[in-house]
């Protein structure tokens, strides 16, 4: 069964390097990967698991760096790879805080290929009203150029753990609403929004809304992919990750579903929103 891997982490070799000098001035990456037991990979590493697990694509995110430098350097080696290696799928990231940058950003890496923003996320602050107001102007461009949006959420009860946030999940649906031609994937199952695609009119909303499993074996029981196979066979797309978790992690609690709810996960649903490799 071919795996198409929704959800990875890659890093230039410089910034794992100096990752503790620069969680001294990024607050939100201190919180993800200021401990020196976080794992990040460069390209040797992401190459060494696609092999090792014969992943036929990845989406490589990056990171929300406030130092617009940054943000332009992970970018740059994120394309870099997938023009190196055609099983990546680029996706970058841009500032939040100013539009007109952020844009031009996206333009930029726009031209060299890149495929979606993301993986969007407010650590520290949580998403609310402001939060989707600083997305819009980006969304909507995004929406006319057909890039896909990966956007953080997390859950809002059970354990907590760094980078945890509140999530406005009415402004979620705000946004939804407002950018109605948008493809999005919300992480980590949509911090448990999903579940509230019972209700017709969110279900009739999110027809652009995909989930991804990032995280899963950290936050719910292996029943979950019992419910998945049963009322969201379609919308929802493996995402190990990776390097926190791989889909050897995955492998067997997966095995709770049928064979065809497995392809769609692992590969037929996000073969239908990135295209063919």
Wanted: charged fraction near 25%.
């Amino acid at each position: 069964m071919p795996v198409l891997d929704a959800h990875a982490h890659l890093f230039p070799p410089e910034i794992i390097r100096d990752r503790h000098t620069l969680a001294q001035r990024e607050s939100a990456f201190s919180l993800i990967y200021g401990n020196e037991r976080s794992p990040m990979v460069d390209y040797e590493g992401l190459a060494a698991y696609v092999a090792e697990q014969q992943i036929e694509s990845v989406v490589c995110c990056s990171f929300p760096f406030r130092d617009p430098g940054l943000l332009s350097q992970c970018n740059d080696y994120i394309l870099e790879a997938a023009r190196r290696d055609t099983c990546i799928i680029p996706f970058v990231m841009v500032g939040l805080e100013n539009g007109e940058s952020a844009l031009q950003e996206a333009e930029r890496c726009l031209k060299l290929g890149a495929r979606g923003i993301g993986e969007v996320a407010f650590y520290e602050r949580g998403f609310g009203s402001s939060e989707r107001e600083r997305l819009h102007e980006l969304a909507a461009y995004m929406e006319g150029k057909k890039l896909i949006l990966q956007l953080h959420l997390n859950e809002q009860v059970g354990h907590t753990y760094k980078g945890k946030a509140e999530i406005d999940f009415r402004e979620v649906v705000r946004f939804v609403e407002m950018h109605p031609n948008l493809d999005a994937i919300f992480a980590h199952l949509g911090g448990g929004l999903c579940f509230y695609e019972f209700m017709p009119e969110i279900r009739k909303l999110f027809t652009r809304v995909y989930y991804d499993l990032a995280a899963t074996p950290y936050l719910y029981s292996k029943e979950i992919y019992s419910y998945i196979e049963r009322f969201l066979p379609d919308k929802v797309l493996f995402g190990s990750d990776f390097p926190l978790l791989s889909f050897n992690r995955y492998r067997t609690e997966m095995s709770a579903m049928g064979a065809e709810g497995r392809e769609k996960v692992c590969y037929w649903n996000g073969r239908r929103l990135f295209g063919a490799p």
